[in-house]
C-alpha cells in the first residue's frame, strides 16, 4: 500500500465512520459520549484504518453489564494487561449489539437483558500526517445470570470477576465511574 493509499484508506474509513455513529444516535438516546485519541505506528494506524472502513469501530463492540446492587463485570485482558469490559470485533453479518452479545458470551458466559446504548466513544487514530476516527458503543445490560465463565475462542480473555469498586487497573476506569453514578443512582 502506498502512502496516498492510506490517506484513501483513512478517508473512507472516516465516511464510515460517520455512518456507524449516525445509525447509533438515531437508533439510541441518553447514553454518554467521550472521546480517545491515540496515536500509533504505520501498521497500527493501517490495521485499525482497515477495521473501521469495515465496520466503522476500530475496537467493536462491547458491555457493561450490571447486577443491581450496582456490581459491574469486568474480564481480565491478558494482551492489555487490564480489566476490561467484555467485546470484541464485529462480524460481517452482525449488528454492534449483536457483537456485543456474542462476545459478552464468549468472554464471560453470561446472560444479560440488554437495555440500550450506555456510551458512544469516539476513537481518534493519528500516525503523523495521517488521522481517522471510529467508532466505540458500549450498550448496558443488566445480569440474568451471574457465574461468569470464560470461553475466548482468542484466549486473550483470561478471568471475569464482578467489582464493586473499579480496580485501579481497569481501562476506561472513569468513564464507568461515570456512567455507574448516572445510571445507577
Known amino acids: ?52 472502513d469495515d465496520t466503522g469501530a476500530p475496537y467493536g463492540a462491547h458491555t457493561v453489564v450490571y447486577q443491581p446492587s ?3 463485570l469486568l474480564v481480565w485482558h491478558e494482551g492489555v494487561d487490564m480489566w476490561v469490559l467484555p467485546g470484541g470485533g464485529v462480524h460481517d453479518d452482525e449488528s454492534y449489539r449483536e457483537a456485543a452479545e456474542r462476545e459478552l458470551h464468549e468472554e464471560a458466559g453470561l446472560e444479560a437483558e440488554y437495555e440500550g446504548l450506555a456510551i458512544a466513544t469516539r476513537i481518534s487514530i493519528e500516525c503523523g500526517e495521517y488521522s481517522t476516527w471510529g467508532v466505540l458503543p458500549t ?12 470461553d475466548d475462542p482468542e484466549g486473550e480473555i483470561t478471568d471475569a470477576k ?12 472513569d468513564q464507568l465511574r461515570t456512567w455507574r453514578e448516572r445510571t445507577l443512582r
Do not use: C, I, K
Not at 490517506?7 to 447514553?31: G, I, M, N
Not at 454518554?32 to 473501521?52: G, H, I, M, P
Not at 450498550?139 to 470464560?150: D, G, H, I, S
Open 70 to 72: 450496582g456490581e459491574l
Open 162 to 173: 464482578w467489582f464493586r469498586e473499579l480496580p485501579e487497573n481497569t481501562r476506561d476506569r
Open 139 to 150: 450498550f448496558q445490560a443488566r445480569a440474568e445470570t451471574t457465574a461468569p465463565t470464560v
Open 1 to 52: 500500500m502506498t502512502l496516498d493509499d492510506l490517506w484513501f484508506l483513512a478517508t473512507r474509513a472516516e465516511q464510515r465512520a460517520e455512518q456507524a455513529y449516525h445509525r447509533l444516535t438515531d437508533t439510541y438516546s441518553q447514553f454518554l459520549e467521550f472521546s480517545r485519541t491515540y496515536d500509533v505506528s504505520r501498521r497500527r494506524f493501517r490495521t485499525l484504518a482497515r477495521r473501521v
